[in-house]
């Protein structure tokens, strides 16, 4: 039972552009979301964080918007580049920031062209 | 800046036999976790510890252990390793509410 999907694989954007990957939950104990980046041969690194008291947070070409009711998240990049171009995991937990269970999603892979 | 570091990048070990994988942090972390990862899945947790000597089971237990004797170091062990269990295996650690710092993998092959 797939608790937290991403239900696109993959993604192609151009350079400049802006990028939206989505996420969608099922279980509304969900308190707390991330998003994680992977590069290739490397572990996933924490990109950006969302409570649910709040509906949007930003941080510089990241923003993470969350709609409770339809328990949906999207990261969005602008403008993307090249360098964006990695694996992304959107993570939930229940028990605030401070919850040690992350459930992810399957991951989006994102392709910036030039 | 946090540093976890997983023992091995590849293993290829044969079915039947015990696989340690071992994780060690450098920043005095409380916690750590065992996650693995497979295509179409994501990232799923089998087992972390809050403290030494410490553990919880995550969504995906079943064949693994754990070990963690002292606080910087995590170990995942396999205790009769099968083909089902071929992965990417991943460790993080992290401190009160903290994002995980996720060490770099490692690719596990049982054949």
């Known amino acids: 039972d797939q608790q937290v999907k991403q239900n696109s694989p993959s993604l192609s954007v151009q350079e400049g552009r802006i990028s939206i990957l989505n996420c969608d939950y099922t279980?509304?104990?969900?308190?707390?979301f991330l998003w994680y980046k992977k590069y290739p041969a490397e572990g996933p690194t924490f990109l950006i964080s969302?409570?649910?008291?709040?509906d949007k947070n930003e941080d510089g070409r990241f923003t993470v918007f969350l709609n409770k009711s339809a328990k949906h998240l999207s990261l969005h990049i602008v403008p993307s580049q090249p360098g964006d171009s990695a694996v992304y995991f959107c993570?939930?937990?229940?028990?605030?920031?401070?919850?040690?269970?992350?459930?992810f999603g399957q991951g989006t892979r994102l392709t910036i062209n030039p | 800046d946090v540093k976890v570091t997983q023992s091995s990048r590849y293993l290829v070990k044969r079915t039947g036999e015990k696989v340690f994988l071992e994780c060690v942090q450098d920043?005095?972390?409380?916690?750590m976790f065992w996650y693995r990862q497979d295509p179409g899945l994501g990232l799923r947790l089998i087992y972390f510890?809050?403290?030494?000597?410490?553990?919880e089971k995550g969504d995906i237990p079943e064949g693994y252990s754990v070990s963690r004797e002292k606080k910087e170091r995590f170990s995942l062990i396999l205790e009769s390793a099968s083909t089902n269990q071929t992965s990417m295996y991943l460790c993080a650690s992290n401190s009160g509410s903290q994002p995980q710092h996720f060490g770099d993998g490692t690719r596990l092959s049982i054949l």
């Open positions: 969302i409570s649910s008291i709040k």
């Open positions: 510890s809050y403290d030494v000597k410490m553990k």
């Open positions: 279980n509304s104990m969900f308190d707390y």
């Open positions: 920043m005095d972390h409380e916690n």
């Open positions: 993570a939930a937990t229940s028990g605030g920031q401070g919850a040690q269970k992350l459930v």
